[in-house]
C-alpha cells in the first residue's frame, strides 16, 4: 500500500536562469507557483519546502502572505536553495520543478502510484514531477536520478520559459477542461463557445457559484419566453435554454482552471441545471396551453416533470448515498466503466444515452423551438424522461452502490 505523502518540494529557477519568471507567471488566472502550492494542499500535502535564492525570500514571503487569504494553501517553508541546506524528516515527497504547468490529473496520478519515480517524456528528458525521499533531496538535480517512469498518455508537462511557452501550456491546461463524458455537441461546438467566454472572465474576481447563478436565471428567463405561447416567445426561449446549456460549462471550466471546485459547487450547479429544465419545460407546457389540444400538452408536461421529479429523487438519494461527487455524470461515468454489464434491453438503453445528455437535447430543443415544433419538444421530452426513470430504478444499486458504514467489513 502506497503511503501517505504529506510533504513536496518546489525548487525554485534562480534569477537570470532559465524561467525564472515563470513561478509568478499568471496562466489562467492563477500563477504558477499558487497553482502548484493549491494543488499540493488539495491532495493531502500539508508541508511545502520551497528552495530558493535567499534574494527571492522576500518577494515569495510578502506573495504567500496574500495567498493565504484565500484558503487551502499548505504551510511553506523557505530554504536557501537551490538545494536544501538541511534534510528534512524522512519519508516521501512529491518533488517539483516550479517552472512546469503539468496536466491536472498528474500529480494525483503520482501520489497514488507506488514507489520513487520521476516522469519523464517520449524523449527520456525530466517533466518535473516525481516522488523521492524527503531526505535524500538535495537539488532539482534529484530528479534526473530517480527512476524514469513515462509520462501517462493524454497528460502534458511544460516549462514555461516564456511568453510563448505560456500561451502553449494556459492551451493545454483549458482542453484538459473537457470532460470524457461530453457528447459530441459539447466537445464540437459548445466547448469551444464556453471555454472562449471563460478565457475572457478567467481573470475577473468572479467566484464560479456566480456565473452557475447566473446561468440560472438565463434558463429561468427561457422558461418564462416559452410561456408566452406565442412563435417570437418560443423561439427565444429555445436560444436562451441553448445558452444556459453552453453557460453551465463556463461556472465548471473556471472552477478547474482556478482549483476552485468543491462538492457545494457540484451540487449547486447539478441543481440549477435540474431547475433549468423544469423551468422551460412548464413554460414550455404552459405556452402550449393556447394552442390546439393544448389541456392535453398541459397535462403532459406536468405528468412529464413529475416524472422527472421522481427520477432526481432517486438519483439524488444515490449520490448522496454513494459518498460521490454532488454531479449526475456520476451515472454516466458508471456506465462507461468496464465491468458495467447491462441486460440486452438496458444495453439498448444505455446506447441511446447521447439522446438524453443536455449537449444534445439542447441543440435539439432550441432547432424545434425556431421551427416552431413544441409538440416535438415536449414529446421527446417525456420520452427520455420515462425511459431514464425506468433505467435510473432498475440500476440504481448497480451503478451506484451505497457508501459502507464506517467500520463495516468488505465482503
Not at 12 to 38: D, K, M, V
Request: aromatic content about 6%; overall charge positive; proline content about 6%.
Amino acid at each position: 500500500m502506497t503511503p501517505p505523502v504529506h510533504d513536496a518540494v518546489i525548487f525554485l529557477p534562480a534569477e537570470g536562469a532559465p524561467g525564472a519568471s515563470a513561478p509568478f507567471r499568471t496562466i489562467a488566472g492563477l500563477p504558477l507557483l499558487e497553482r502548484q502550492l493549491r494543488s499540493l494542499g488539495r491532495h493531502g500535502v500539508s508541508t511545502v519546502h520551497l528552495a530558493a535564492t535567499p534574494a527571492a525570500h522576500a518577494a515569495l514571503r510578502e506573495r504567500i502572505r496574500i495567498w493565504q487569504a484565500r484558503p487551502g494553501l499548505p504551510r511553506v517553508e523557505l530554504h536557501a536553495g537551490p538545494v536544501l541546506a538541511e534534510a528534512p524528516t524522512p519519508g516521501p515527497a512529491i518533488l517539483l520543478d516550479g517552472s512546469v504547468l503539468h496536466h491536472p490529473d498528474l500529480l494525483p496520478r503520482a501520489v497514488a502510484a507506488e514507489g520513487h519515480f520521476a516522469y519523464v517524456d517520449r524523449e527520456g528528458r525530466p517533466c518535473g514531477l516525481g516522488i523521492g525521499r524527503l531526505d535524500a533531496v538535495r537539488g532539482i538535480e534529484c530528479l534526473q536520478t530517480l527512476p524514469r517512469v513515462a509520462l501517462p498518455g493524454g497528460c502534458f508537462a511544460v516549462a514555461v520559459e516564456g511568453e510563448a511557452e505560456a500561451r502553449k501550456a494556459e492551451d493545454l491546461l483549458y482542453r484538459s477542461c473537457v470532460k470524457a463524458t461530453d457528447g459530441w455537441f459539447s466537445r464540437t461546438i459548445d466547448r469551444r463557445v464556453s471555454l472562449a467566454i471563460t478565457r475572457r472572465i478567467i481573470r475577473l474576481p468572479l467566484h464560479p457559484h456566480v456565473v452557475t447563478v447566473f446561468t440560472l436565471l438565463v434558463g429561468v428567463a427561457s422558461g418564462w419566453c416559452a410561456a408566452r405561447g406565442d412563435y417570437f416567445g418560443l423561439a427565444i426561449g429555445g436560444v436562451l435554454f441553448l445558452a444556459a446549456s453552453i453557460l453551465d460549462g463556463v461556472d465548471g471550466e473556471i472552477a478547474r482552471a482556478k482549483l476552485l471546485q468543491s462538492k457545494t459547487g457540484e451540487w449547486l450547479d447539478t441543481v440549477c441545471d435540474d431547475l433549468t429544465n423544469v423551468v422551460f419545460i412548464l413554460g414550455l407546457a404552459l405556452g402550449m396551453s393556447g394552442r390546439p389540444f393544448g389541456t392535453f400538452w398541459l397535462i403532459l408536461g406536468v405528468v412529464s416533470l413529475a416524472v422527472f421529479a421522481v427520477t432526481l429523487a432517486v438519483m439524488y438519494r444515490r449520490l448522496a448515498g454513494s459518498g460521490g461527487q454532488g454531479t449526475l455524470l456520476e451515472f454516466q461515468e458508471a456506465v462507461r466503466r468496464p465491468g458495467y454489464r447491462p441486460g440486452r434491453v438496458k444495453a439498448g438503453l444505455v446506447a441511446l444515452q447521447p439522446l438524453i445528455k443536455r449537449d444534445f437535447y439542447g441543440h435539439a430543443f432550441m432547432l424545434c423551438s425556431v421551427l416552431d415544433l413544441p409538440e416535438v419538444v415536449l414529446a421527446g421530452w417525456t420520452t427520455g424522461a420515462v425511459l431514464t426513470l425506468a433505467f435510473v430504478t432498475s440500476e440504481r444499486n448497480t451503478l451506484l452502490p451505497r457508501r459502507r458504514a464506517a467500520g463495516s467489513e468488505g465482503g
